[in-house]
C-alpha cells in the first residue's frame, strides 16, 4: 500500500512540475514527411538540355532509397512534375517505382504531368492513381485529409489543364474549397502542397502563378502556423513571411539531385520546422547536371534555404 502511494505521489509531483513549466505532459505533436519534386520520369533515350531524363528512374530509386531507410516518417508528397511528358507508360512505370517507398506516398499535379486531347489528363490521372496507390482515395487533384491530430494537409491543383503552359491559375472554384478548409482548420498547424510557389526563387514570369495575389489574400487572411511546400522551379528556397513559411524544393533530375525530410513540432505557443536537405547518391550524376547548369547557384541556393529550424508563434 505504502508503494502504491509513493508511486501516485511521484507521478503527481512529475506532472505538477511539468505544468509549472509550462510544459504539458502530452500536448507536444510530431510530424516527419518527405517532400521530392520535379522528378521528370522519362523512358532511356530522353535526355535533353539541362534535364537528364535517361536518369530519372535510377536518381529515384535512390531518393526512395535514402527515404525507406529514415524512421518514423509519416508520408511522402511528390509535388508535381513526376513524369516528363504526359504518357501513360510513364505514369505507370513513375507509380511503380514511387511504390517501393515503405511509407504512404501522395500526389501533387504539375504542368508537365497531364495534357489536354489525346494525352493524360486529369480525370485519366485520377483514375490511375486510385487504381495504383491505395493511400489515393481522392476524386479531385486538390484535396486535403488529417494524418495526425492538430495537422491539416492541403494538396492544391494550379495546373492550366486547358492548354500547356508552365504558368500556374488557380479556378474560382478551388480558391472558394480552400477558403472554406482553412476556416475550419484554425486550430490546426496546416501544410499545404503545390507544384507552383508563392515566393518566386528567382524571377521567371513565364512560371509564375497568374492569379497568385487572389491566393495570397486568401492565405493571409488566417493567423494559424501555415507552411507551403512547392516545385516547379527547380531551385532551392526558405522563406518566412509572418505566420506563413514558403519552401521551394529542388528537382531530383537536375542539380542538386536533392528533396527534403521536414519535421514539425506542434508545441503549446509555437510550430517548429526542422527541414533538412538530402542529396542523393548518384555522384558522377550530380556532377554532369551541376556543369550543364552552369554551377547551379541558383538551384542549390543558400546554406539557410538547405538547412533551416523555424519558428512560427501561435497568435491567439
Known amino acids: 500500500m505504502k508503494c ?16 509549472l513549466t509550462g510544459v504539458p505532459p502530452s500536448f507536444s505533436q ?30 529515384l530509386e535512390d531518393a526512395i532509397d535514402r ?16 513524369i516528363d511528358k504526359p504518357k501513360k507508360s510513364y505514369i505507370y512505370d513513375a507509380i511503380n517505382i514511387l511504390n517501393k517507398l515503405k511509407y504512404p506516398w501522395y500526389y501533387v499535379q ?36 488529417k494524418p495526425k491530430k492538430g495537422f491539416r494537409i492541403i494538396v492544391l491543383d494550379a495546373a492550366i489543364g486547358a492548354g500547356i503552359s508552365s504558368n500556374g491559375f488557380f479556378p474560382n472554384k478551388e480558391l472558394n474549397w480552400l477558403d472554406g478548409v482553412l476556416h475550419k482548420s484554425r486550430k490546426d498547424t496546416v ?12 524571377y521567371s ?14 492565405l493571409e487572411k488566417y493567423n494559424m502556423p501555415i507552411a507551403v511546400f512547392s516545385g516547379h522551379y527547380h531551385s ?11 519552401v521551394s524544393t529542388p528537382s531530383l533530375i537536375n542539380y542538386p539531385n536533392a528533396f527534403r ?23 558522377d550524376f550530380q556532377l554532369k547536371t551541376k556543369i550543364l547548369s552552369f554551377g547551379g547557384v541558383l538551384y542549390y541556393g543558400k546554406p539557410s534555404d538547405r538547412n533551416a529550424v523555424i519558428i512560427i508563434d501561435k497568435k491567439r
Open 191 to 202: 501544410l499545404i502542397f503545390m507544384h507552383f510557389p508563392v515566393v518566386e526563387p528567382f
Open 205 to 218: 514570369p513565364s512560371r509564375r502563378i497568374l492569379n497568385l495575389e487572389e491566393f495570397k489574400k486568401i
Open 110 to 145: 504539375g504542368n508537365h504531368d497531364t495534357s489536354p486531347g489525346l494525352y493524360v489528363n486529369k480525370q485519366s490521372i485520377i483514375e490511375i492513381l486510385k487504381k495504383k496507390n491505395k493511400n489515393h482515395v481522392f476524386d479531385s487533384t486538390y484535396y486535403t485529409f
Open 4 to 19: 502504491e502511494l509513493r508511486n501516485v505521489l511521484f507521478i503527481f509531483f512529475v506532472v505538477l512540475a511539468l505544468l
Open 67 to 82: 527515404i525507406n531507410a529514415q524512421k518514423n516518417i509519416d508520408f511522402v508528397v511528390a509535388t508535381g512534375d513526376v
Open 30 to 59: 510530431t510530424l516527419r514527411f518527405a517532400q521530392i519534386s520535379d522528378i521528370h520520369y522519362a523512358s532511356v533515350n530522353s535526355d535533353k538540355e539541362y534535364k537528364l531524363s535517361d536518369n530519372s528512374g535510377p536518381v
Open 261 to 283: 525530410i521536414v519535421t514539425v513540432e506542434n508545441k503549446k505557443k509555437h510550430v517548429e520546422f526542422k527541414l533538412d536537405f538530402f542529396e542523393t547518391r548518384l555522384k
Open 236 to 246: 532551392t528556397k526558405i522563406t518566412k513571411r509572418g505566420n506563413i513559411l514558403y
